[in-house]
Nanobody, 115 residues
Framework: VQLEESGGGWVQPGGSLRLSCTAS????????MGWYRQTPGKQRELVAV???????LYEESAEGRFTISRDHAKNTVYLQMNNLKPEDTAVYYC??????????WGQGIQVTVSP
């Protein structure tokens, strides 16, 4: 399974970015999808997750600022990030999960929030 993230980069505090995760060999509709992030020396942490039925869950600091969504026609999952803060700086990873299947991760994409 190949997942590819895009949309990362540098942004000033208060700015916005939209991350995309596109799959080339699976249909994301049937998967629970998540966005995680990791900074050096720390464990990868959940940012947002969306079940195959559309239910959503957010990490506390992301609640109200980030939105996870899907576009079935494009086989893509998004993470809209608004009001970004320096502490959001991390490598962001896309995850696809389905029962009885191994987790699939993207390669990660850097998000940097600084003046």
């Amino acid at each position: 399974v190949q997942l590819e993230e895009s949309g990362g980069g540098w942004v000033q505090p208060g700015g916005s970015l939209r991350l995309s995760c596109t799959a080339s060999t699976i249909i994301l509709r049937s998967y629970a999808m998540g966005w995680y992030r990791q900074t050096p020396g720390k464990q990868r942490e959940l940012v947002a997750v969306m079940g195959s039925g559309g239910d959503r869950l957010y990490e506390e600091s992301a609640e109200g600022r980030f939105t996870i969504s899907r576009d079935h026609a494009k086989n893509t999952v998004y993470l809209q990030m608004n009001n970004l803060k320096p502490e959001d700086t991390a490598v962001y990873y896309c995850l696809a999960r389905r029962r009885l299947s191994a987790d699939s991760w993207g390669q990660g994409i850097q998000v940097t929030v600084s003046p």
